[in-house]
Each structure stands twice: as C-alpha cells, then as structure tokens.
C-alpha cells in the first residue's frame, strides 16, 4: 500500500479526523475466440540464371493468387510481406563458386473465415505456393473484451483497498480519486506452417481462444 499526502476533510470534522491516498493496481482478463488469421506464405526459386528464377517465381506468384481469388479471398487481402534475391554460393578447397540465385517471395492472407484456414492453404501449395511459414490468430474487435478486462481490473483493484483498509481498520471511500488504465492488450498466437506442408490431407485448424488483459491503477480516499 502506498500512501500519498493526507487531505483534510471539510468542515468541522477536519479537527477530528484526515484523510490520506491508498494506490492499488488491479488486473482483469477476458477470453474471446480469435476473429482473423493472417496466413503467411511463400514462393521460393532457384536457378543459375537470375531472370529463371525471377520468372518462375512469378509465375508460381499469378497462379497461387488467382486460385486464392477464386476461392474467394479479397485482392486487398493478400500483400507481399518481403521480395528477396540470394546468390547461392559453393566452397570447395577454399573456392568460392556462384552456382545460381534463390528468389524469395513472401505473402501474407488475412481473412476472417477461420473454418477454411486449411482449404486456404492447400489451395496456395497446390497452385505454387512452395513454403507455409505461419498462421496467426488475432482479434480484430477488441472493444467489448477490453472493456471486460478494465472492469474487472477495477474491481479487483477495489477488493485489494478494501482488504487494506480491514487490516489497518480505516475507513475507505468506494468511489476512486483516481484510475489510471496502466496497460491493455493481447497477444496473438500462432501456429506453425511446418504441419500444413508435411500433411498430404487438409489440415484441421483450430483456433484457439485469445486471452485480453488489462491493468489498472486505483487511487482511493481512507481515513
């Protein structure tokens, strides 16, 4: 319990008693099911020649994107996430030989149909789509858990005073000085992609559930 500078209260009863400031913190959560997967894909080509490369990888890009098209992902859905190209070098006896270049073509999908994650997938790796590196599961309406987590952080905080205020046999005011939200937020979780290119069947995904948190800090009246 930490206490700040005491404040009198007005009228006559300033002469019989103070008050001073209790701060508490307070930690709330909430569960909720995830809304959006971001499925992180990718293309990867090699070849001696560098424009090989780059056109194969291409071309396994436009076939990949028009099946998720078809499936019926939204073009402002799929973004490039990183386009690279490598040299690719042997050693031998102390020698260094170019043997060719690697292009490495990295996408990313959103969407908000968790039950076709898996389709999703298969769709992509059978249509070029030749590395799954990831799918991410976040919530996009965080509103409602968030508010959830402050309101019980509050109460939680509320409950701390009043245990204090017992213990030391004052008496607290229930109404709050002062609430200062201290931190709120989730972390997304994620699923490896090395299970999707090692099944030869679609991939059950479930998802999960998302813990939101919050934390506040509860400055209360006592006397």
Known sequence: MQYGGYMP???GQARDRKEYLMEVTGQGSAEASPDTAIIQLGIVTESKDVKTAQDE???RLEK???ALYRQG???GDIQTISYNISPKYSFQDGKQTL???EVVNLLSVKTERLD???AIVDTAVNN???RVDRVQFKLENTKPYVEAALREAVKQGFEKASVLAQSYQVSLQSTPVKVVEVSKGFVPFEREGAAFMASSAPTPVFPGSLTVTAEVRVH???G
Do not use: C, L
């Open 99 to 101: 043997e060719g270049y």
């Open 64 to 66: 990949a994107v028009n």
């Open 9 to 11: 209260v007005s009228g």
């Open 116 to 118: 076709q994650i898996g």
């Open 220 to 222: 209360y009246r006592y």
């Open 128 to 130: 070029g789509v030749n």
């Open 57 to 59: 990888n291409k071309a």
């Open 73 to 75: 992902i939204d073009k």
